[in-house]
């Protein structure tokens, strides 16, 4: 399935832009509500992510500095080229694989717990979150998933087991998201390596606006 499937409203409203109701100036800026597929979407729609819990509440997150990447923009180096032949790439085929490698809890930061590992899952059953996944033969070495709000692609976790295979699943993501836009959440050293750039949360939020309800090709066949 790729096709995103209509979901019901949600119960709970999450700030627009242009809102009187202002953002505290933290990263993290409210907690409450769950993780039911309209409730994650409404609130990627208005430029927020969950992360974490507060006494079993999810905490939801909107970055005062977003990592962004337009797909145009990403940084390819030579090695990286040459890397991308001794493997291959699929789209949806292994979601729960790439959200489980993921989770490992033995990775450092691991934050992905059973609540959002199921939330996410579902989505992907309805057609909103999806996983790119690198091979190498028939062992999964590398992938990442998120969710695609009309033109954009809300980057959720990337995971690598061989090295250049989170690369070559962002390469192969951006390929795919062309002409969109790809949040990342935070920028990172690594990630700035690849293009990523910090803009402030306003504009992103504005930016969000922007690409949540354009009607894109199908990516993900």
């Known amino acids: 399935m790729t096709e ?42 208005a430029a927020l992510f969950p992360m974490g819990d507060d006494g079993g509440a999810p905490l939801w997150w909107s970055p005062m500095q977003r990592g962004i990447l337009w797909p145009e923009q990403l940084h390819v180096s030579r090695s990286l080229r040459r890397a991308m032949g001794r493997f291959t790439t699929t789209v949806d085929t292994a979601f729960e694989d790439v959200i489980d490698a993921c989770a490992d809890p033995s990775r450092p930061g691991a934050w992905i717990d059973e609540p959002i590992r199921e939330a996410y899952v579902r989505l992907h059953e309805l057609g909103w979150a999806h996983s790119v996944e690198v091979w190498s033969e028939d062992q999964l070495v590398g992938g990442l998933y998120g969710l695609e709000i009309g033109d954009l692609f809300a980057g959720e976790s990337m995971f690598h087991r061989a090295t250049d295979a989170s690369k070559i699943a962002l390469v192969e993501l951006c390929r795919r998201m062309a002409g969109g836009l790809v949040d990342v959440q935070w920028r990172t050293d690594h990630l700035a390596t690849l293009g990523v750039v910090e803009v402030p949360r306003e504009e992103y939020r504005q930016l969000v606006v922007r690409h949540r309800d354009r009607r894109s090709p199908d990516r993900w066949t």
């Open 4 to 45: 995103p499937q209509p979901l019901p409203p949600s119960p709970w409203q999450f700030p627009e832009p242009g809102d009187p109701v202002e953002l505290p100036p933290v990263d993290c800026v409210v907690g409450g509500a769950d993780l039911e597929p309209s409730t994650v979407v409404a609130a990627y729609r």
